[in-house]
């Protein structure tokens, strides 16, 4: 078992501001930082990565986060902004309790967010 950091990135789609719903909406993107996840005790990075992506991670015609980067990191591993303030600390999440994160859609409340992506077989 090992920790991995996850990080994402968050995109918000300006252009679906004024969009009344009818027709394309209107693609005008920004991008808006992202987050880090700590994943403790998953069993590959590839698995951390894959439930980040499409356990976490959403997407719709408004904005969007993605996974950017998935890295096996030490016990005691704090990110660059975790080391400048303990308030802008990582999500942390147990892979043995991962469906019952509140950062988990389909796990702790199955109507929080829809699932925007088919999910692989074992995640």
């Known amino acids: 078992m090992m920790n991995v950091h996850v990080m994402t990135q968050c995109r918000e789609n300006y252009g679906a501001h004024d969009w009344d719903g009818a027709g394309e909406c209107p693609q005008m993107w920004k991008y808006k930082g992202g987050e880090d996840y700590i994943i403790v005790g998953a069993p590959s990075v590839e698995d951390a990565e ?3 992506e499409y356990r976490v991670c959403s997407e719709s015609e408004y904005s969007s986060e993605e996974v950017i980067s998935a890295t096996e990191v030490d016990e005691g591993f704090r990110t660059e902004k975790e080391i400048y303030s303990d308030e802008l600390a990582p999500v942390r999440i147990d892979w043995t309790e991962r469906f019952l994160s509140k950062w988990c859609r389909g796990g702790w409340n199955w ?4 699932l925007t992506k088919e999910i692989p077989a074992g995640i």
């Open 50 to 52: 894959h439930f980040v």
């Open 111 to 114: 109507l929080s967010a829809p």
